[in-house]
């Protein structure tokens, strides 16, 4: 971010009402149902770009270079935090085969902001934290969530720097409980209050949901039991573990919308910025093309293990990831379309 972050949170403070961004992939089973109004509410608007009034707000874009820090928080193996480690350096990673994740980043960067600075091409893996005792308890509420990047960035050893494109993403462990989780949420971007933090930081929550509802977070390595009944089979994750390959889908998601929305004030739909509807929304469930519905899109199958997905990475790695809204055709786009 160019401006100064607490010219941009006064900024913010005038402009939107406190906005909460959320996030789960699969719509639920009726869309018309009453805990559905608002957050988790199905938001698929595939193929009808008429329905989508995506609109910018007049703030700002992460148009600075970008630096994820990611903060384990619960108790997490070192093969988990290897995998997430690789999707984050995958994201402006040069030389990776098509259709990489850095070209699946170059739809993010199609935002601009009022200056016409798009949203930054590099995004680099930054300093990282652990807390696996977890400090703040197994049960957190989102407001938690903001003590747990305080104390990773005020931490008396090693705390995490505080610097002017820091991202900072908390991830937590399947044996932590976070509010909304699973029920109406898998993650969701916000910012921090200088009350809470001493900072206004953008941040971003992502849970695996391998112990809680994996066929709502992990979508489509598990898949609800009415699809099963349907004769349809889950997706075998490219990296062996459905909770963490569901988990980077999901971050993608949020790491998406935090580049183009990061003060909930930029690119999002809908009348209500309590409720935005945001790029990655747009998109829920849709990882090729043809998809839409229950049905994900062409992907690409791994020959050796079978597992599939729709992007390459750094070292090797390959990941399923969910495709966002291209401002520019008006409809959702990923490198692994067919028409490219
Ligand atoms: C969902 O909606 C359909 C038709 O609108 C209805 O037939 C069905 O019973 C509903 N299912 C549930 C679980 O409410
Ligand atoms: C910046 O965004 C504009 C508008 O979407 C787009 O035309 C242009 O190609 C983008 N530039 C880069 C480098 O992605």
Redesign the pocket.
Known sequence: MAMNRLALFYLLLALAPLAVTAWRPWPPRNASGGELAGIGASKKYEGSSDFVKLQYHMGPVLAADITVHPIWYGKWPVSHKRTIRAFLRSLSAAGVPSPSVSAWW?TV????DQTSS?VS?TVRLGEEKSDARMSRGARLSRLDIQSVVRDAVTATTRPLPVDSGGVYLVLTSPEVAVENFCGQVCGFHYFTFPSVVGYTLPYAWVGNSAARCPEICAYPFAIPSYIVAGGRRPESPPNGDSGIDGMVSVIAHELAELASNPLANAWYAGEDPSFPTEIADLCEGIYGTGGGGAYTGQLLTDGRSGASYNVNGVGGRRFLVQWVWD??VSYCSGPNALDH
């Open positions: 170059r960067r199609l935002y601009t798009n091409a401002p520019v």
